[in-house]
């Protein structure tokens, strides 16, 4: 009997043990000291930790609560019976730039007692961007140009992009050549492509989702011409009656595994160069509206049309 005993008492401190932990009789799971994250100006990260009552008998649990910026979920009394535990979760929100700390104690009315040592950072993000308006190089549909805008962390503490929304999808975030996340008192690049699927003039916008309190969503113009001269390969693409007629300057090649679907209607200039079909090709004009190709041959490569 007295072995049982003996090992479920070990058990249950190797079960406390097991996880960091601060006090006697009522323990904090937790180290004895939390660092919260560096945290904005006025906004507020929450640090959830559990108090245990390793008391044989229920006792009431009182708190010496830290002070701003700093908070207490709870601050008690409360009563906590026998071996039981309670959630409570602790708040911080600097009203400041600066470092501060101060530290959260508690005290039972039959035994035990713990404190749990705080600190945290308030930082204000300062984010600087140039140029204010992005202009991309004049792009053949199928192809593809970048722009790039440099943002600066200039405040105290590193910006965050947490989000990147277009108003539309022919533009979009070159993420191999973007830096999100921008640390203090240095600049970052963020990378944009235009890719258009049609000839014309675009004026669209970016808009960047920060952590500077004062620039929350950053708005980015977006000025770009789309033209109907190609060259390379294209892929997946439609070569539309609006965008007609389509200038080759250079031989064009549709790959293995491609489709390029040609419009009734659509005049084709070849000026000399070569539309090599090796994947799929649909062109089905009508009596009003044919498809004119000139000034060039078309070849098909080991693909089938599709039509």
Do not use: R
Request: charged share 10%; net charge negative; hydrophobic share 40%.
């Amino acid at each position: 009997m007295k072995k049982s005993l003996l090992l479920l008492l070990f058990a249950a401190l190797g079960m406390f043990s097991a996880s960091a932990q601060t006090g006697t009789g009522v323990l904090f799971l937790t180290p004895a000291s939390y660092t919260f994250t560096p945290t904005t100006v006025d906004s507020t990260t929450v640090f959830d930790f559990q108090v245990v009552n390793t008391v044989g008998v229920s006792q009431t649990l009182y708190f010496d609560a830290p002070s701003a910026p700093f908070s207490l979920s709870d601050e008690g009394p409360i009563d906590i019976a026998a071996n039981d535990t309670i959630d409570l979760s602790v708040s911080f929100t600097p009203s400041e730039i600066g470092n501060a700390t101060d530290t959260l104690g508690v005290v039972g009315n039959i035994f035990g007692s713990a404190s749990l040592v705080l600190s945290g950072q308030g930082i204000q993000v300062i984010l600087e961007w140039t140029p204010e308006e992005l202009v991309f190089d004049t792009t053949a549909i199928g192809q593809q140009s970048s722009a790039t805008v440099t943002i600066t962390s200039s405040g105290d503490g590193a910006g965050t992009i947490t989000d990147v929304v277009f108003s539309n999808d022919i533009f979009s975030l070159d993420e191999t050549n973007s830096s999100l996340t921008i640390d203090e008192g240095t600049s970052g690049d963020l990378t944009f492509l235009f890719s258009p699927t049609g000839a014309g003039v675009f004026d669209e916008t970016v808009e960047l989702h920060t952590n500077d309190p004062n620039n929350s969503i950053i708005t980015l113009p977006l000025s770009a011409v789309g033209i109907s001269e190609v060259s390379g390969e294209v892929c997946d693409v439609t070569w539309s009656l609006a965008d007609s007629p389509f200038t080759l300057v250079g031989d064009v090649t549709v790959p293995e595994g491609c489709l390029l679907t040609i419009e009734p209607g659509v005049n084709i200039e070849m000026m000399g160069h070569s539309l090599v079909v090796n994947g799929e090709l649909s062109c089905i004009g009508t009596v009003d509206n044919q498809i004119v190709v000139s000034n060039g041959p078309l070849v098909y490569g080991p693909g089938t049309p599709a039509n």
